[in-house]
């Protein structure tokens, strides 16, 4: 077979099989619930695409390498992606094995993943990394971890941050400074803090020009496409629709897009939309979307590169206490404009 260039990745058998990645993870793990032609076909991919396979496998059970757990439950794929990526690359680049999971079924599935792998810490994201039976486990197992977007970085050891309450600020005050008034707003899933940060900067950019968050404005929204779908046909439907949409993030805002094309409503001379994150989708639909770039990958990175230096500094008995904030920017694209006439 052919040497490729660089060594094939989780991602890309994910990729080319047409599975996600959770699923590639449960069959190299040789975990149950999932499908025999589903398994066959993920080992086929593997073995095409050169995926070391066995010695993964014979790696994670034996516990000869240092296992890094990466903690998930999200909705949006793109999140899982750039996540995973920063977390992968971060890893490979310390000699350690990160074994991604999906734990849906909170502390239960944590506690599942300490038993089966006994990794040597964990990366945990939202809303994971807000769950306090999580916490106080991983603190009772005394094993480093690192909180992503936790909703209170000062109250933690460790954590990478971004500013998500001026992230939606400024691009709130960008729509603002273009001269829409009535902006509507997709919030996230309750669960995660990082919709109520969000919220918190669209509000506090109205209240900078004077005005109150008009309810008839706001849809609740749960970071999927799906739900995105729905809160903007609800907004687009009403009698005097908004002028632009903030929908906070891009899997959503794309939704939005989407149920504007269906409505013939013109993005963005008749409709501004921006979301949150800056996700590949951002660029690929069109118009591209304005949005708030969020170096999701380079947190994921960031995260491991800290957790790695907490496992140093617990063998020689040091404390560590860390709180990283990245930057986010505002990308400006094709799906703003000033509004119309009124």
Same mark, same amino acid.
């Given at each position: 077979?052919?040497?490729?260039?660089?060594?094939?990745?989780?991602?890309? /058998?994910?990729?080319?099989?047409?599975?996600?990645?959770?699923?590639?993870?449960?069959?190299?793990?040789?975990?149950?619930?999932?499908? #025999?032609?589903?398994?066959?076909?993920?080992?086929? /991919?593997?073995?095409?695409?050169?995926?070391?396979?066995?010695?993964? %496998?014979?790696?994670?059970?034996?516990?000869?390498?240092?296992? /890094?757990?990466?903690?998930?439950?999200?909705?949006?794929?793109?999140?899982?992606?750039?996540?995973?990526?920063? %977390? $992968? !690359?971060?890893?490979?680049?310390?000699?350690?094995?990160?074994?991604?999971?999906?734990?849906?079924?909170?502390? #239960?599935?944590?506690?599942?993943?300490?038993?089966? $792998?006994?990794?040597?810490?964990?990366?945990?994201?939202p809303p994971l990394c807000d769950n306090p039976e999580v916490?106080? $486990? $991983? #603190?009772? +197992?005394?094993?480093?971890? &690192?909180? &992503?977007?936790?909703?209170? =970085?000062?109250? /933690?050891?460790?954590?990478?941050?971004?500013?998500? &309450?001026?992230?939606?600020?400024?691009?709130?005050?960008?729509?603002?400074?273009?001269?829409?008034?009535r902006i509507g707003y997709i919030r996230g899933h309750p669960?995660?803090?990082?919709?109520? !940060?969000?919220? +918190?900067?669209?509000?506090? %950019?109205?209240?900078?020009?004077?005005?109150? =968050?008009?309810?008839?404005?706001?849809?609740?929204?749960?970071?999927?496409?799906?739900?995105?779908?729905?809160?903007?046909?609800?907004?687009?439907?009403? #009698?005097?629709?908004?002028?632009?949409?903030?929908?906070?993030?891009?899997?959503?805002?794309?939704?939005?897009? %989407?149920?504007?094309?269906?409505?013939?409503?013109?993005?963005?001379?008749?409709?501004?939309?921006?979301?949150?994150?800056?996700?590949?989708?951002?660029?690929?639909?069109?118009?591209?979307?304005?949005?708030?770039? +969020? =170096?999701?990958?380079?947190?994921?990175?960031?995260?491991?590169?800290?957790?790695? *230096?907490?496992?140093?500094?617990?063998?020689?008995?040091?404390? *560590?206490?860390?709180t990283i904030f990245l930057d986010h920017s505002v990308i400006?694209?094709?799906?703003?404009?000033?509004?119309?006439? +009124?």
């Amino acid at each position: 077979m052919t040497q490729t260039s660089r060594r094939s990745t989780m991602v890309d /058998v994910a990729r080319e099989a047409g599975v996600s990645l959770k699923t590639v993870s449960r069959v190299l793990n040789e975990e149950n619930y999932v499908r #025999e032609e589903t398994r066959l076909a993920v080992l086929e /991919v593997a073995e095409k695409l050169n995926y070391k396979l066995n010695q993964a %496998a014979r790696t994670l059970r034996g516990g000869s390498a240092q296992i /890094v757990a990466l903690l998930v439950d999200n909705p949006s794929p793109s999140y899982l992606e750039n996540v995973h990526l920063g %977390a $992968l !690359k971060q890893c490979h680049d310390l000699s350690m094995q990160l074994v991604l999971d999906e734990c849906s079924d909170g502390v #239960e599935g944590v506690r599942r993943i300490l038993q089966t $792998l006994s990794p040597v810490g964990l990366i945990v994201t939202p809303p994971l990394c807000d769950n306090p039976e999580v916490i106080d $486990l $991983l #603190e009772s +197992q005394h094993i480093s971890y &690192v909180l &992503v977007a936790p909703s209170d =970085p000062n109250a /933690v050891r460790l954590s990478v941050n971004i500013d998500d &309450v001026a992230a939606a600020r400024e691009i709130t005050e960008y729509l603002l400074n273009l001269g829409h008034r009535r902006i509507g707003y997709i919030r996230g899933h309750p669960d995660h803090s990082a919709s109520g !940060k969000r919220y +918190q900067g669209y509000c506090e %950019a109205l209240a900078k020009y004077g005005l109150e =968050p008009d309810e008839d404005l706001i849809r609740q929204g749960f970071f999927d496409y799906s739900s995105g779908l729905q809160a903007a046909e609800s907004l687009l439907d009403m #009698e005097i629709p908004p002028t632009a949409i903030f929908a906070s993030n891009d899997d959503m805002a794309a939704a939005t897009i %989407a149920a504007a094309y269906r409505r013939h409503i013109d993005v963005p001379q008749q409709l501004s939309i921006v979301g949150f994150d800056d996700a590949p989708i951002a660029a690929i639909i069109s118009p591209q979307l304005t949005t708030v770039r +969020q =170096p999701i990958s380079e947190l994921a990175a960031r995260a491991v590169s800290l957790l790695s *230096d907490n496992i140093s500094r617990r063998l020689t008995g040091e404390k *560590d206490e860390n709180t990283i904030f990245l930057d986010h920017s505002v990308i400006e694209r094709d799906s703003a404009a000033p509004p119309l006439a +009124q």
